[in-house]
């Protein structure tokens, strides 16, 4: 089972970047792959995912300001948040398969 470690995340005032970066012990060339978000008292939701040959799928909501990214080499996969929002603070967290990450907190806050 791959092992994903999130990091990246912190406070940002509105309008602000942050990139997201989700190491893996394994291999991640053959995985699909997402990011997810949880804000309080929330239901846990897709944000972004991207497969094997790089195609990738946006929620909504962050479409035109997020980018999903892989570097096979790296065993890392990111997400290039822009235009930050304050509801798109929650706690971020990558997936992969049956594993996922311990969580990032994205805080979006003037």
């Known amino acids: 089972q791959v092992q994903l470690v999130e990091s990246g995340g912190g406070l940002v005032q509105p309008g602000g970047s942050l990139r997201l970066s989700c190491a893996a012990s394994g291999r991640i060339f053959s995985y699909f792959m997402a990011w997810y978000r949880q804000a309080p008292g929330k239901q846990r939701e897709l944000v972004a995912s991207i497969i094997n040959g790089g195609m990738t799928n946006y929620a909504d909501a962050v479409k035109g300001r997020f980018t999903i990214s892989r570097d096979t080499a790296k065993n890392t996969m990111y997400l290039q948040m822009n235009s930050l929002k304050p509801e798109d603070t929650a706690v971020y967290y990558c997936?992969?398969?049956?594993?996922w990450g311990q969580g990032t907190q994205v805080t979006v806050s003037s």
């Open positions: 997936n992969c398969g049956l594993s």
